[in-house]
């Protein structure tokens, strides 16, 4: 075997097809793909019609720079989601993966400043618990100790704050005046930091794996945007895993009722049957930049490529069709109402989330809400439990106190039928039964 697998020694099922919300190896094992791989099959597997707009484009021309041409896929993909955008979001730029959209997303921030004639502003604050991306400066902007211990000396220094959490926040995220949970935390960071020396502030909308589907109080971007709009800090929406749909709107940002300065979006754009991810933003971003230097300096290869550029397009137009962003409101319901008893087994500390995603945190203490040690494993037993019993979760760790901390998350694609969610629901009740069973002392 050539392949540099993630997971050294550990055996892989070999999966051979793909039909709809499921997976079969070679075996003939099905799995529900209960989380779309990671966020990203939004519209199930083996979509035919995604299929054959990619086969048409790449029989068309497969590649082309985008620095020398433009083409009919990037034009059609930009316009078809510019309809869905919030704000005065209306340039997009395309790119393959979502750390490198946050690459992307925070370097525009300091052109933007510089270009403005502010070139102090270059300090970037981010939230914790919060992942924005493995590359250097989307892992510095994320908070994954685990990741960064070994690549300090080539991070940048990003401030953090801490993130809305209500599980783990002393005012159960209920405290209109609490400085986390409102949103005032922001303040005091720009603050402290001075006004003069921050460019950007980066947040997921709704948490991902790193809260685990927390939601922040209603009020709480109002007021973020209040503050960056008061400080001149760009407020940058990492939508990479909550946008296209899968919080049930358009955009995880929208029920707050605030726009960001810049959006990253990526995993389900294509719905997984290419690699692309990019940013929005508004013309006054992009005009200060073509009134100035003229130049985005974030130049590469497969940026604006024709065939992911396709896939995205298919994949818009199909969401739009089929009325999918709505269904997945309507799904994510039925999905929170059917994972809600799960909160009355062992370890199940919470049950959370908005639209088709949720989290469902365990400890090892209901009561005192005690993470189980690291050494226990609890979220990687669990999700290789779930493998096992065929049905795939997300597992995450280290968001209780930077390193202990065990949840799991759920996020099945959009045209997950109820009895499909029910056979979620049953198989993760057999996976924790099989991870306590293998924990005798613990359970
Ligand atoms: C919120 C968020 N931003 C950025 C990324 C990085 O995306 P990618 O893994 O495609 O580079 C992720 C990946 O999980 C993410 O969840």
Known sequence: MSVFYR??????PRIVRGEG???IDERGKRYLDAVGGAYV???????????????????????????????GPVEELAAEMADTLPGD???????????????????????????????????IIALGPGYHGSTLL??????????????????????????????????????????????????EAITRLGAENVAAFIAEPVGGSSTGGSTPRPEYFKRVREICDRHDVLFVADEVLVGVGRTGTWWATEPYGVAPDVMTFG????????????????????????????????????????VACAAGVATMRYLKQHRLVERCARMGRVLHERLRPLADLPHVGDVRGRGLLAGIEFVEDKASRAPF????????????????AGL??????????????????????FIIEEQEIDEIVSRFAVALETTRAHDGHRA
């Open 21 to 23: 919300c499921w997976l």
């Open 7 to 12: 997971k050294l020694n550990h055996p892989y």
């Open 392 to 413: 795939t979760v997300w597992p995450n760790v280290g968001h209780a106190d930077g390193t202990t901390g065990d949840l799991v998350m759920v996020a099945p694609p």
């Open 138 to 187: 989307a892992l510095s902007a994320s908070a994954r100790e685990a990741y960064k211990t070994m690549f300090r000396p080539w991070l940048v220094d990003v401030h953090r704050i801490p993130a809305s959490y209500p599980y783990r926040c002393e005012c159960g995220g209920k405290s209109p005046t609490c400085p986390v949970c409102s949103g005032a935390v922001l303040e």
């Open 41 to 71: 099959a939004n519209l199930g597997h083996s979509n035919p019609e995604i299929a054959e707009a990619i086969a048409q484009q790449a029989r068309e021309f497969g590649y082309l720079s985008g620095t020398m041409f433009t083409h």
């Open 373 to 388: 040690p690291r050494s226990a494993k609890f979220a990687e037993r669990f999700a290789q439990a779930a493998l096992d």
């Open 89 to 123: 979001l209306s340039k997009l730029y395309f790119l393959c993966s979502g750390s490198e959209a946050v690459e992307a997303a925070l370097k525009l921030a300091r052109q933007y400043w510089i270009e403005r004639g502010k070139p102090s502003k270059q300090r």
């Open 267 to 306: 995993k389900g754009v294509s719905g997984g049957y290419a690699a692309l991810s990019g940013i929005a933003v508004p013309d006054r971003i992009v005009d200060a930049i073509a009134n100035g230097s003229g130049n985005f300096l974030h130049a590469q290869t497969f940026s604006h490529h024709p």
